[in-house]
C-alpha cells in the first residue's frame, strides 16, 4: 500500500509541475520574428540576424529569489539556436560586457537553472557602465519586487532601436536600448508595468525610465501578456499605475515629466507620434508630440527640444544648431516649453535617439 501511495503522490506532483510550467508559457510573448528555444527554467526567441534574442521569458518566485546557488561563470555557445549563437570570440576584446538578460542573480534555485543563465543566446553586448549601472539596478530591483509581490513573469531583451554598431565574427548587434516587462498578480489584481533604458550609462531614477507596455509593444512589435482576457489586458498594458511599484516619497523626488504619445483623435492625419516615427530613420516624415523638456549645451553649440518624455529618457528630439538660432526669435529653449508640434524632415540619429533638425521658426506647427 504504502509504495503506491507514494507513486500516486510522486505523480500528482509531476502533472502539477507539468501544468505549472504549461502555464507560465502561455504568458510567453508572442510576435516572435526568431527561433523559439525552451530551456528549463526559461525560454527566448532567438533572432539570427542580431545574433541574439528578441525576448527572454520566465517566472520568478519569491522562493527562486532566496536560493543559495552561487554563481559560476560558465559562458558557452546555446546548442539549441539551430543557426548557431554568438560566442565568446564575438565578446572578446569589443569594448562591451556580455550581459544577461535574464540575470544570474534570478537563477539562484537550482545550478541547472544558474548554468542555463550563462548561454550565450542569453547574452547581449551592453556598455560596461550600463550593465553594471542602470540595468543591475533595475534586476536588483525587480527581485525586491519578487520578495514583496511573491511572483513575477518576466520578459526582458534589447530594442533594435537607434543600434550602436555590430561586433566579432558572427556580427552581434549592439542595440540601442533595451526593456524589461513585468506581470504580477496581486490580491486578485493584474498589475503590469515596462522599462526602456538607453544603452549608456544610466543618469535617472528607474521610474523616469517607466512605459506602458502598450508603448514598448509598439517599439518591439512583441505582443506581451496576450493570453489574459481583452478587458484585462487593454486596460493594464495602456496605462502606467506607478504608485503600484513606487512609493510615494520615491516619486515625489524623482517626479517624471512626460505626455503620452499623440493618439490619432489629436492629431493630424498621415503624421506619426514619438513611438512610431523610431521605425523611420533616414526617411522624411511628419512626427507629431509635446515639448516636454528643453536644454541648450553650450559644447555642442545646439538646442535640443524633447518630446513626450524628458531627456535622458526622451522618445525624440527636434534640433537646433547654433547656426541656426539666429532663425528663431528669443531663446526656443523658454519659447517652445509644453507647446504639442508637428515637425517634417528626415529622422537622423543623435546619440541613439532619433531626431529632425529645425532651421527656422517655420518648421514648427503649433498643435494649440
Not at 539596478?137 to 513575477?152: G, S, Y
Not at 523616469?208 to 486596460?235: C, G, H, K, M, R
Request: some cysteine.
Amino acid at each position: 500500500m504504502f509504495p503506491r501511495i507514494i507513486s500516486f503522490i510522486t505523480f500528482l506532483l509531476v502533472m502539477i509541475t507539468t501544468f505549472c510550467t504549461a502555464q507560465n508559457l502561455n504568458f510567453a510573448p508572442t510576435n516572435s520574428t526568431g527561433q523559439i528555444i525552451n530551456h528549463t527554467y526559461y525560454s527566448l526567441s532567438y533572432v539570427e540576424e542580431h545574433e541574439q534574442a528578441e525576448w527572454v521569458f520566465y517566472e520568478l518566485t519569491k522562493q527562486d529569489i532566496l536560493g543559495t546557488t552561487k554563481r559560476v561563470d560558465s559562458y558557452r555557445p546555446d546548442p539549441k539556436v539551430s543557426t548557431g549563437s554568438s560566442e565568446r570570440f564575438d565578446f572578446k576584446g569589443s569594448g562591451y560586457d556580455r550581459g544577461h538578460l535574464a540575470p544570474a542573480g534570478d537563477m539562484k534555485r537550482s545550478f541547472e537553472a544558474m548554468s542555463e543563465s550563462f548561454f550565450y543566446s542569453n547574452m547581449s553586448p551592453q556598455l560596461a557602465s550600463f550593465n553594471q549601472g542602470i540595468w543591475n539596478q533595475l534586476e536588483i530591483r525587480v527581485r525586491n519586487w519578487v520578495k514583496q509581490k511573491n511572483h513575477m513573469y518576466i520578459a526582458t531583451g534589447p530594442i533594435f532601436i537607434g543600434n550602436i554598431e555590430k561586433i566579432g565574427f558572427n556580427k552581434v548587434t549592439v542595440p540601442g536600448f533595451y526593456y524589461k516587462a513585468l506581470l504580477t498578480l496581486v490580491e486578485d489584481k493584474y498589475q503590469c508595468i515596462a522599462f526602456i533604458l538607453p544603452n549608456q550609462l544610466g543618469t535617472s531614477e528607474l521610474s523616469q525610465y517607466a512605459v506602458s507596455i502598450d508603448d514598448l509593444e509598439t517599439l518591439t512589435n512583441i505582443d506581451f501578456w496576450s493570453t489574459l482576457p481583452d478587458s484585462i489586458e487593454n486596460q493594464i498594458e495602456s496605462e502606467v499605475i506607478i504608485d503600484d511599484w513606487f512609493s510615494k516619497k520615491e516619486l515625489q523626488k524623482n517626479k517624471v515629466i512626460e505626455t503620452p504619445p499623440l493618439s490619432t483623435e489629436n492629431r493630424p492625419l498621415h503624421t506619426l507620434n514619438t513611438l512610431e516615427a523610431q521605425k523611420y530613420i533616414d526617411e522624411e516624415v511628419t512626427v507629431c508630440g509635446c515639448i516636454v523638456s528643453t536644454n541648450y549645451i553650450e559644447r555642442a553649440s545646439a538646442t535640443y527640444l524633447n518630446l513626450d518624455r524628458k531627456y535622458p529618457n526622451h522618445y525624440f528630439t527636434l534640433t537646433i544648431w547654433g547656426d541656426k538660432r539666429k532663425n528663431f526669435n528669443g531663446k526656443p529653449e523658454e519659447n517652445y516649453f509644453g507647446k504639442k508640434v508637428c515637425v517634417h524632415g528626415k529622422i537622423k540619429l543623435i546619440k541613439g535617439i532619433p531626431s529632425i533638425n529645425l532651421n527656422s521658426e517655420s518648421d514648427l506647427n503649433m498643435l494649440d
